[in-house]
């Protein structure tokens, strides 16, 4: 059984001496609990898409192109994969994989070759160097809501120069995709991503909420309020259905903008079944 997540304090962020982080846990120990570690191949596709896609940017003018994989589960194939697809964008990234649970990291040592590595940790990431892109996927989603922000600050603080903190959510196998995106300065956007044909409404990928949001979805929240606007733009744009998915997933796209919804991303992306809008359209109150 998953233990209940040892609450991170706001205290113990904080960058050490060298590039190390001060964010280290009671008697030096990682910060957070083991998890389920449960994952799939090809799991994070969808993620991993829009940050060869728009987020490349990112890698490529990077000093030091470190990437951290945070929890990346009882299989290391995600953080393989990860890497393989970030050498794409740039041939020297270094991908560092971290889990909290040291068998876990042995087994993915195997694994290891130039540029890829795994390490024991937690949320302090104990690797040398600050990262640019740093992923927590189906990690934050076992722990307690207001755990969140706490985490959140902690990872933030150990970022380098436009650095990116990835904390999403996803089904077993990909299908259904959330993810924050969150820089030094705290949450940019929610993005969300459906395999077309794989829903009957947009809003059933409240299930994949990310923990921050995941019980705000009621009503007077705001997040309910753009999951109910997003049914209402694709049920509006039935009649799109009869050219095929893609089509109509645009159209809702589209309205959704048009409608006043500061969706940040166009055409390319919606295509593929994503959206991403601005942080403050679905924040939590209060």
Not at 58 to 72: I, K, N, Q, T, W
Not at 163 to 171: E, K, V
Request: proline share 6%; hydrophobic share 40%.
């Amino acid at each position: 059984m998953v233990q209940k997540a040892e609450r991170v304090a706001p205290a113990r962020t904080g960058k050490g001496a060298g590039g190390g982080t001060g964010g280290a846990g009671r008697g030096g120990k990682p910060v957070g609990n083991v998890t389920r570690g449960t994952t799939n191949p090809n799991r994070m596709r969808r993620l991993d898409r829009w940050l060869t896609g728009t987020q490349a940017w990112r890698l490529r003018r990077a000093s030091d192109p470190l990437v951290v994989d945070l929890g990346y589960g009882a299989s290391p194939a995600t953080a393989v994969e990860l890497f393989e697809r970030l050498s794409a964008v740039r041939a020297d990234v270094r991908v560092a994989g971290i889990e909290i649970e040291p068998e876990r990291v042995r087994a993915a040592q195997e694994l290891e070759r130039a540029g890829l590595s795994f390490h024991v940790g937690g949320f302090e990431i104990p690797v040398p160097g600050q990262p640019v892109i740093v992923r927590a996927f189906n990690v934050l989603r076992q722990y307690e809501e207001a755990d969140v922000e706490a985490i959140w600050a902690l990872v933030r603080s150990r970022l380098g120069p436009d650095g990116l903190f990835i904390d999403g959510t996803c089904d077993e196998i990909g299908r259904r995709v959330t993810w924050v995106a969150l820089d030094a300065s705290g949450p940019l956007s929610l993005s969300i991503s459906m395999r077309f044909g794989g829903f009957v409404l947009p809003s059933e990928i409240a299930e994949r909420l990310p923990k921050a949001l995941i019980h705000r979805n009621v009503p007077g929240e705001r997040i309910h309020g753009f999951l109910q606007a997003l049914d209402k733009a694709w049920l509006d744009a039935a009649p799109l259905a009869a050219f095929g998915n893609r089509q109509r997933w645009t159209a809702m796209c589209r309205s959704m903008l048009d409608g006043g919804w500061p969706v940040q991303d166009g055409p390319s992306r919606w295509r593929l079944g994503e959206m991403t809008v601005g942080w403050d359209a679905v924040a939590p109150l209060g």
